[in-house]
């Protein structure tokens, strides 16, 4: 009855939210409103996310709130209502959780970067912060479960970034709760230090579990729960949460002995496994009570069951089935309610242990009397026939078709479908086709359509095995989730034949038919788009408009907009101004109207454009004869105001070039879209991409970078991202020409290169150019590992293509030999310089060597060091020497030979007493000294080579000289102690 009433009222209290918000006049206008009147407003607003998930009708009504005159009080508390709008939505809202934890996380920041706020508002933020933070965290672990690779990497990097702050917040927060004497402080303050305190622990656990040696963290982790146990006390609610904080971070680290101990403590101290020891202690226990340690059981059971199974032996097993039939005997018995979301991903994991381990279960399990065998022989031998007896698997499937039917439209749907898609996928599982579609539709909400298709041609399948009327009722639906899933993976032609199939063979189901008609006909007009001018494909939309003619009501508007938008696609725009024109209702009426407007786009008329833009978003839709609560409506009308207010702004910037407007209009039009339309995933970083361009055209860089920053936050992968990076990549360019301060063009280049990096990453066919280009860019800022990658992926990418031959020879490789040198790979870099050093042929040959092969200088020397070792000084974090180091070559005796012919002739053709000579003379004479550690005949040269130099003629021993920088001077001196005179 609860669900009901709730369900009743959520349109009533859409439409007055709507109402509201449409009526137009800003809260100024209005008369002076008392402050009851606002905090009923607040409340208002504040019901709107957290009882609905309305976030986004909240977040305008807190912006009409902000337009009005408001007390310094309301107005603090009406912006950190802002921010818990965004947590609390993000509780209701599954789909947006991830995004709504983030906003609320930033929202509470931004809230408390001000320099005045109230001791209780600042307090509450601080809590807010830390809860989001954590919350957060707990969402991205979830997805790092199932990436890989980069992806990966960057979830955990991210989770250690939100947490690294959040959890130093909260372990302040606890302190000053704490500091507070335990008999002064209020009930209030003691749920929300213990609220913290176990948030303080779920973060450190996260930390650990994102991070490679992750065992500080789970210490520390530990060690947060334990405090929370001590200072709660022993066997209260909140210590029985600490205990299984705790066996969580066992299971983290694989102690699944311990783990098993701390999650038994907390399962059996709330409701004992003995049932005569829990009749007897629940004798005067209300409802309630019960309910309240049956929390506890839901919570436990999960980590308890998977320490048991970890541990592999029978016993253990046996164990985890008897945890996992006193959470279902417990609730079966005593009547009590699974808690949303734990008591049902407790039963799902149930579930599947029973599947995994098998067996089968006894007894009236509808009274709570289930108990395990490992065989029906098993149970007949202990009193239970085998006509009371069903297998582990069967039982296991019915609570997950539970878990399906009590959650629908929920994650849980998902989950359970799955965990029923896992079970009657087992060789010699037979089930109703009803239960096959259930599965099914897990795999179809979870989005795996390849996998969705599959799993409705096996209901399909076994449709053929049951009689007409199970065919009539499931077939329509079941083809027309076939024909979707066809569709979303773009296979038109497949999902409109699918379509066809359903509207000739299995037609009577009103909903399903229209479905299906819709479906068809949008196939058919996805395929007229690729295929322009092919007759079957013309005759095949032909016969889906007459198929959703006959089967859809409202369906020649739809029919109508459909034609407009395929002679809008081939150009005809007066024939698509004719066809937007005879749409009159429906629900692509209003975007009928802004295609008007975007036929004058198309042909130019940008002042006409913009006229039909303004007419609709000003003045149709804030007509109360326009105003709507129905929400497919208020979805196309967010729509159809989305591409107006696009192309109102790209308006203005083709007219802004024209040298007709200014490109701060674009900006005031196109600046904020991202915000008001976050759900545009094309529009909203184009209309991004279209302000950073106006800022450029400005000279604006500063705002260049914000903009690009927001959508590299934003869209880090989307392609007007990369274009973005591009323009700014070119003002950066500018900046850095004109920059006479090295240090400046230094960091100049940085972000050149970052974005150069952006813009190659997602570009759907990086060019070599752009990609040469910003390898050079990281070689020059001595980003060794980042080039590295770099170079080996343009020689993935390009190394075939034979054009580019010379290019990879010049640029490419000997960079490539450069950064790996750099990094001590020696081996590594000596295998792709070779090829670019060839040996000269001998003197007396008549061949001589292609000067296109003769490496440059710098090329030649690297190669050299890499067979025969170098020497470079170690210099601390401010600069300052350290000492020399020295790095081992290939070398044998072949590679110190070639090393040597290499350095020899670059010592013999530079020009004496300069920085460069002396650099070559060092590592000749270093090289003859490591060589002779196996040739005792080369300990002379580096003597010789040394003596001269550091002769008394020359620059004696401490080895001073205007062109000797002192890291140089400083391995002289070092390496004539080593080799002595």
């Known amino acids: 009855m609860r669900k009901l009433a709730r369900t009743s009222t959520r349109p009533t209290l859409l439409a007055l939210a709507v109402a509201y918000l449409l009526s137009g006049a800003p809260l100024s206008a209005a008369p002076q409103r008392s402050e009851v009147e606002l905090r009923s407003e607040i409340a208002f607003a504040r019901g709107l996310a957290s009882n609905w998930g309305f976030v986004d009708l909240a977040q305008e009504l807190i912006g009409r709130l902000e337009s009005g005159t408001l007390s310094a009080t309301l107005a603090e508390e009406v912006s950190l209502l802002k921010c818990e709008t965004y ?4 509780k209701i809202d599954a789909k947006r959780r991830e995004e709504l934890l983030k906003q609320a996380i930033e929202a509470y920041s931004a809230f408390l970067r001000r320099s005045s706020l109230s001791d209780e508002s600042k307090a509450l933020a601080e809590a807010g912060v830390v809860e989001a933070s954590a919350a957060y965290a707990r969402t991205l672990s979830g997805r790092v479960e199932d990436a890989v690779g980069d992806e990966r990497v960057a979830l955990q990097a991210e989770i250690q970034e939100v947490l690294q702050t959040a959890s130093q917040r909260a372990s302040e927060l606890v302190r000053a709760y704490r500091s507070i004497n335990a008999e002064e402080r209020s009930p209030v303050q003691t749920r929300k230090m213990f609220e913290l305190m176990f948030a303080h622990g779920e973060m450190l656990l996260e930390l650990g579990k994102s991070q490679a040696e992750g065992g500080a963290n789970f210490n520390y982790a530990r060690q947060a729960f334990e405090r929370l146990s001590d200072e709660a ?86 164990a985890a089935v008897e945890w996992c039939l006193h959470l279902y005997n417990t609730w079966r018995r005593e009547g009590l309610d699974l808690v949303q979301p734990a008591g049902y991903i407790a039963l799902l994991d149930v579930a599947r242990a029973l599947v995994d381990i098998g067996g089968v279960i006894g007894g009236n399990a509808a009274a709570g009397e289930a108990r395990w065998f490992r065989s029906p022989e098993d149970g007949v031998a202990q009193g239970v026939p085998k006509r009371q007896q069903r297998s582990a698997l069967d039982f296991a499937l019915t609570q997950a078709q539970t878990v399906a039917n009590d959650n629908k439209g929920t994650t849980l749907l998902v989950r359970a479908q799955q965990v029923i898609g896992e079970i009657i996928t087992r060789p010699g599982v037979q089930v109703d086709p009803t239960v096959l579609f259930d599965a099914a539709q897990g795999d179809f909400n979870a989005q795996e359509w390849d996998k969705a298709v599959t799993s409705f041609k096996r209901v399909v399948s076994s449709l053929q095995r049951s009689d007409q009327a199970a065919r009539a009722e499931l077939m329509p639906k079941v083809l027309w989730h076939i024909g979707r899933s066809y569709a979303r993976q773009e296979r038109q032609l497949e999902a409109a034949l699918t379509y066809e199939h359903a509207l000739e063979q299995w037609t009577g189901d009103g909903v399903w038919d229209e479905q299906s008609a819709t479906g068809f006909n949008a196939a058919a007009n996805a395929l007229k788009r690729q295929a322009k001018g092919d007759a079957t494909i013309d005759a095949l939309v032909r016969k889906s408009e007459e198929l959703l003619a006959r089967f859809s009501g409202g369906a020649a508007n739809d029919v109508l907009f459909r034609s407009a938008e395929a002679a809008f696609d081939a150009k005809k725009y007066d024939e698509a101004r004719t066809k937007y024109r005879e749409v009159k209702a429906g629900s692509n009426y209003e975007r009928a109207i802004v295609g008007l407007g975007l036929c004058d786009f198309r042909e130019g008329k940008f002042d006409a454009a913009i006229k039909a833009f303004d007419d609709y978003l000003n003045k149709f839709v804030p007509d109360a004869k326009n105003a709507t609560t129905d929400p497919q409506k208020l ?42 339309f976050p759900e545009q995933a094309e529009f909203a970083p184009a209309a991004l991409l279209q302000t950073v361009k106006a800022y450029s055209e400005l000279g604006q860089s500063a705002q260049v970078k914000l903009v690009l920053e927001t959508m590299l936050t934003k869209y880090p992968e989307h392609r007007f991202t990369g274009e973005a990076a591009t323009a700014s990549y070119a003002a950066l360019e500018k900046r850095r020409n004109e920059e006479k301060d090295e240090a400046k063009r230094k960091t100049l280049l940085r972000e050149m290169a970052e974005n150069l990096q952006v813009a190659n990453r997602t570009a759907a066919k990086p060019a070599y150019g752009n990609m040469q280009r910003e390898a050079s860019h990281w070689m020059d800022l001595g980003e060794w590992a980042t080039a590295e990658e770099l170079l080996k992926r343009i ?47 001998p003197k007396d040959s008549k061949e001589t060597l292609d000067p296109k092969l003769r490496p440059t200088k710098s090329t030649a020397w690297t190669y050299a060091r890499v067979l025969t070792g170098w020497v470079e000084m170690n210099t601390d974090a401010s600069g300052n020497l350290l000492g020399p180091k020295e790095v081992p070559g290939v070398g044998g005796a072949e590679n110190f030979q070639r090393g040597a012919e290499i350095i020899n002739q670059l010592a013999g053709s530079a020009e004496k007493w300069t920085a460069e000579w002396f650099r070559l003379k060092f590592d000749q004479a270093y090289l003859f000294h490591q060589w002779s550690k196996i040739d005792s005949k080369q300990a002379e040269v580096p003597k010789r080579e040394l003596g001269f130099i550091g ?9 001073r000289h205007p062109e000797m920088p002192e890291d140089l001077r400083q391995l002289y001196v070092w390496l004539l102690g080593q080799v002595g005179r």
Do not use: C
């Open 87 to 90: 947590f609390a939505g993000a």
């Open 233 to 318: 006390g022993e066997g209260s609610p909140w210590s029985l949460r600490a205990f299984i904080g705790i066996g969580d971070t066992y299971v983290a680290e694989s102690n699944w002995s311990e783990a098993v101990a701390y999650y038994e403590f907390a399962v059996n101290f709330s409701i004992p496994k003995d049932k005569a020891a829990w009749t007897e202690a629940s004798r005067e226990m209300t409802l309630d009570e019960k309910q309240a340690r049956f929390l506890f059981v839901q919570l436990g059971t999960p980590g308890l069951v998977k320490a048991l199974r970890a541990q592999g032996d029978p016993d253990s097993q046996a």
């Open 635 to 676: 979805a196309k009308r967010k729509e159809a105001r989305a591409s107006a207010t696009y192309y109102w702004g790209l308006s203005l910037v083709r007219l802004a070039q024209q040298g007709k407007g200014s490109f701060e209009s674009v900006i005031a039009k196109l600046g904020k879209y991202h915000e008001e």
């Open 795 to 841: 020689r993935s990418r390009f190394g075939e293509d034979a054009s580019l031959a010379d290019k990879f020879r010049k640029d490419i490789l000997p960079d490539l030999g450069t950064a790996l040198a750099r990094q001590y790979k020696v081996q590594e870099a000596a295998e792709v310089l070779a090829p670019l050093n060839p040996k000269p042929p």
């Open 951 to 959: 002769g008394t003629a020359n620059l004696g021993t401490t080895f």
